[in-house]
Nanobody, 126 residues
Framework: QLQVVESGGGLVQPGQALRLSCTLS????????IGWFRQSPEKQREGVSC????????VYADSVKGRFTISRDTAKNIIYLQMNDLKPEDSGVYYC???????????????????WGQGTQVTVSS
């Protein structure tokens, strides 16, 4: 069974950092593209960052460029999302998702998603 499981969320103050982990099971990081998405009560689910199965192509939402970094550990079969200088508007449930192929055409929720994780809550508040 192909699954992704998120972890690492929590409550932090503005300006602090968090690292989210997406642990893959049943497949390897080189098999499918992986994306991080988030959703808050005020917004629809949106793409945050996506990485191709080769690891060479990475895309970021404009709102997180320069602050967030997506990376992977092939030995541990984990995709990370390092989030620095967090802002209150970064709050929400963060989801990891497996793509249907090696790369997302666009890093957005939709038909390109094969499966979702259960999500992890990130709250940025003073």
């Amino acid at each position: 069974q192909l699954q992704v499981v998120e972890s690492g969320g929590g409550l932090v103050q503005p300006g602090q950092a968090l690292r989210l982990s997406c642990t893959l099971s049943g497949f390897a990081v080189n098999d499918y593209a992986i994306g991080w998405f988030r959703q808050s009560p005020e917004k629809q689910r949106e793409g945050v960052s996506c990485i191709s199965s080769s690891g060479t192509n990475k895309v970021y939402a404009d709102s997180v460029k320069g602050r967030f970094t997506i990376s992977r550990d092939t030995a541990k079969n984990i995709i990370y999302l390092q989030m620095n200088d967090l802002k209150p508007e970064d709050s929400g449930v963060y989801y990891c998702a497996r793509g249907r192929g090696p790369q997302f055409r666009f890093c957005v929720p939709g038909n390109s998603i094969a499966s979702w994780g259960q999500g992890t809550q990130v709250t940025v508040s003073s």
